[in-house]
């Protein structure tokens, strides 16, 4: 089993929608990552938690370390948002575990 | 301010041949990192440098070797290059403390692609 587990693994969602992406994880961890990713580009950090909640814009990050679950929230999405989010966490040593990703498409 | 700068972003290699793929950050950070990409797979960590002078192995290191030559540089080597290694490689860091909970924002290169015939 994967330390860590996103779901779903795609999602596809109408210009406008209200888009929750989950991450699982089942170690400790000093903190918790979500990347996106557009295709064939590179990799930006999104948000760094480690507890609470966090927003930029229109995304919205959470995390419950007693429940070692996370979740990114785009409201309103557009078709910018389509790329692949990614979840990782950082284990105390600061070895680093990806999640598989999640790959958005949002249509208009 | 450069960020993370990776080199070749595109390589040719044939089975057998060597290289190295070059990664600098300029912003001070402690933690450096490898991992590579393939379709399908998602990220996987290769090594990782928590500090400078310490190098560990992370999800997928059979066939490659890492050098953290100084604070700024992290090299990743392939001594004999296969065709499995054909691949996006992203090199990372970020500025930790050890437990200290909280800290440390990733910061990405723009990856290498690497082609191994």
């Known amino acids: 089993k994967n330390e860590v587990e996103q779901s779903p693994q795609n999602l596809t969602a109408q210009e406008g929608e209200f888009i929750t992406i989950n991450c699982s994880y089942s170690v400790g961890i000093s903190a918790l990552h979500w990347l996106q990713q557009h295709p064939g580009g590179g990799i930006v950090s999104l948000f760094m938690l480690s507890s609470g909640k966090k927003k930029h814009g229109r995304l919205i990050a959470t995390i419950n370390i007693q429940e070692k679950h996370s979740s990114l929230h785009i409201t309103a999405s557009h078709p910018r948002d389509s790329a692949v989010y990614i979840c990782a966490v950082r284990l105390y040593g600061n070895k680093l575990v990806f999640g598989a990703g999640t790959i958005l498409r949002v249509k208009s | 301010n450069a960020g993370v700068t990776q080199t070749p972003k595109f390589q040719v290699l044939k089975t057998g041949q060597s290289m190295t793929l070059q990664c600098a950050q300029d912003m001070n950070h402690n933690s450096m990192y490898w991992y590579r990409q393939d379709p399908g797979m998602g990220l996987r960590l290769i090594y990782y440098?928590?500090?400078?002078?310490?190098?560990d192995k992370g999800e997928v290191p059979n066939g490659y070797n890492v050098s953290r030559l100084n604070k700024r540089e992290f090299s990743l080597r392939l001594e004999s290059a296969a065709p499995s290694q054909t691949s996006v490689y992203f090199c990372?860091?970020?500025?930790?403390?050890?437990?200290?909970?909280?800290?440390?924002?990733?910061?990405f290169g723009e990856g290498s692609r690497l082609t191994v015939l």
């Open positions: 990372a860091s970020s500025k930790t403390s050890g437990r200290v909970r909280g800290t440390g924002e990733l910061f």
């Open positions: 440098s928590a500090s400078e002078g310490t190098t």
